[in-house]
């Protein structure tokens, strides 16, 4: 916890650009866009992984796209988004922190 940079990011010691916050999540540019617009969407609670998660912990996950889907055009996500979570080794999670990705603002590859 004390080396999570989504954590870190939360408490303001990492500068990040945030375009959304509540008391429960934030929604963050990411700092190496893999499409045109490219967000992180991290609940403030630390959790390194989404099988670790309690009830409470998905049921948020649920919220977060609900508002995801409500800011589409806000966020800039015109025509549609992709969301991903990378969850272990294989899927290649590099924070680990649960949180989701959001891409779009082009047409991504299929
Ligand atoms: P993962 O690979 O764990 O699914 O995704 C982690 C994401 O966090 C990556 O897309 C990476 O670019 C992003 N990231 C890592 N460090 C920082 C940071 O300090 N600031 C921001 N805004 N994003 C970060
Ligand atoms: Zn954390």
């Known amino acids: 916890m004390e080396d999570c940079v989504f954590c870190k ?3 303001g010691e990492i500068p990040s650009t ?9 929604i963050i540019k990411d700092i190496n ?4 617009v490219h967000l ?4 403030y609670s630390h959790v390194p992984y989404i099988d670790m998660m309690t009830e409470e912990g998905t049921t ?3 919220k977060i796209l ?4 409500h800011m589409q055009q806000d966020l800039g996500l015109t025509n549609g988004y992709r969301i991903v979570i990378n969850q272990g080794e294989d899927a290649g999670q590099t924070v680990n ?3 989701i990705h959001i891409l779009g603002g082009e047409k991504l590859p299929e």
């Open 9 to 11: 990011i939360r408490m």
């Open 18 to 26: 945030i375009l959304y916050k509540d008391n429960d999540f934030m």
């Open 33 to 36: 866009p893999q499409a045109k």
């Open 40 to 43: 992180i969407a991290i609940p």
């Open 60 to 62: 948020l996950l649920g």
């Open 66 to 69: 609900g508002k995801i889907s």
């Open 97 to 99: 922190h649960v949180h």
